[in-house]
């Protein structure tokens, strides 16, 4: 029984930073990779990066350089900073967690809206 719980969210200029973060709920989170996905109206969900037990990190291209993914085990929360935010970042952002010897992403965020304006 894993829980997610994403906040962080808002609305903000392009240029601008955000930082959310996902708390999760339950047990052996160290044991869990996690990631943040995110999907704007009419795009397919797109993976936005991932975070193994071990701190071993990936990013889309498209947010390379801005965007940094960390997570502190000992409050069980993921965290997505966000530079430099551009209007096509908006989207919802969603939180997922699989284990490490799993192959999918079972546990899921409800979501928290990022809109970014020009």
């Known amino acids: 029984q894993v829980e997610l719980a994403e906040s962080g969210g808002g609305l903000v200029q392009a240029g601008a930073s955000l930082r959310l973060s996902c708390k999760y709920s339950?047990?052996?989170?160290?044991?869990?990779?996690m990631a943040w996905f995110r999907q704007a109206p009419g795009k397919e969900r797109e993976l936005v990066a991932t975070?193994?037990?071990?701190?071993?990190?990936t990013y889309t291209d498209s947010v390379q350089g801005r965007f940094t993914i960390s997570r502190d085990n000992s409050v069980s929360t993921v965290y997505l900073q966000m530079n430099s935010l551009k209007t096509e970042d908006t989207a919802v952002y969603h939180c997922a967690a699989r284990h490490y010897s799993g192959f999918q992403y079972n546990y899921w965020g409800q979501g928290t809206q990022v809109t970014v304006s020009s």
């Open positions: 339950g047990r052996a989170f160290a044991t869990y990779i």
């Open positions: 975070i193994t037990p071990g701190s071993s990190t």
